[in-house]
């Protein structure tokens, strides 16, 4: 007869995120400057998502690259040696290649060498999922550090032509280095991650895989950008997310009062103030910067927390929630207590 014990998952120790990074590429196209290419106007956008600008990736700037500028800042705020990483998750949709992983570049770029390196699919989600996987990773002893990436070059997957979408988008990345906790010195408290791939064509890059090559023969119709049925995301993207908020809170034994920094998604402000409103969190108690960078996927929940860390917004002790929602589609929330 088998053991149940010894099927049972040991406990994990804590973990703590010991810093953080981003990295926003140098050029910025403002709303004004989308006036003069697509049907649009700076009102729309900013009254419709509160985006005023966005950064755009320079010719021949990857996606691996700007996610070894952002694992640097975060390495540099850890005091981890780059040679010394042990496990590197990048999330990203908009991959340097399709195979190998982005996160392989990233492990050439940063010299880190002995560092096993993956990539996680979970769109806008992708840095929450990889957060999970890094707690369980290093939670677990088998990992001494860890280094998660959000990065996206979504500049390369969108229509320039479609102003439903290209208005939306940025490039940029986060990262954090997930250590032990020791000493107290705080943890993740409670993490949630949810899929529904019954929604998959709700949010997509139809062409460009297996399911629709990019031929030669096809090129001039198809291709490989961005596909949105934008008001029923944003339905989805609310309920998903506020769901997501209150199971995270309830599950690190919280109530919203305890939450002193609500870090968002940053996909439309219109989104965010609606699930401020429903968790009853003060607004001044969440952080926005999309109207900066626009929508950048798994690279805006990543950004944002290194710039509310080190903007001073974050301090020892804190509980902050992190909550996203993407493409899948995919949700995840988490309670850090700093
Ligand atoms: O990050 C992953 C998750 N993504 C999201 O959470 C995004 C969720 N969705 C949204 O944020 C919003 O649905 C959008 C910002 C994408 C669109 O806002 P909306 O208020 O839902 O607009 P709509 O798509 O219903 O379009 C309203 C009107 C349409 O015109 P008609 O048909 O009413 O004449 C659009 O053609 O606005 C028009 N429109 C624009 N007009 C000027 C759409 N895009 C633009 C534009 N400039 N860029």
Redo the contacts with the bound molecule.
Sequence with gaps: MTDPTALSTPALLPVKIAGTGSYLPERVLTNHDLEAT????DE??TS??GIKERHIAAEGEHTSHLASNAARAALEQAGVDPAEVELIIVATITPDTLTPATACYVQQQLGSLKAIAFDISA??SGFLYALEHAKHCVGAGAFKNAVIVGAEKLSAFVDWND??TC??FGDGAGAAVILPSTNGDGKILSSQLGTDGAQAEL?NIPCGGSACPITPENAKEKSAVLA?Q??E??KH?VNAMKQASVEAIEAAGLTPGDIKLLIP?Q??L??IDAIVERLEINRDDVFINLDKYG?T?AAAVAIALDEAHRSGRINRGDKILLVA???GLTWASAVIEW
Aim: hydrophobic share 50%; aromatic share 10%.
């Design positions: 697509v049907d649009t106007s729309w956008i419709r998502t769109a806008c102003r439903n208005v939306l949010l949105m934008g008001r995301v944003f993207a998604h996909a439309n219109r989104i929508n996927s929602f993407g493409a």
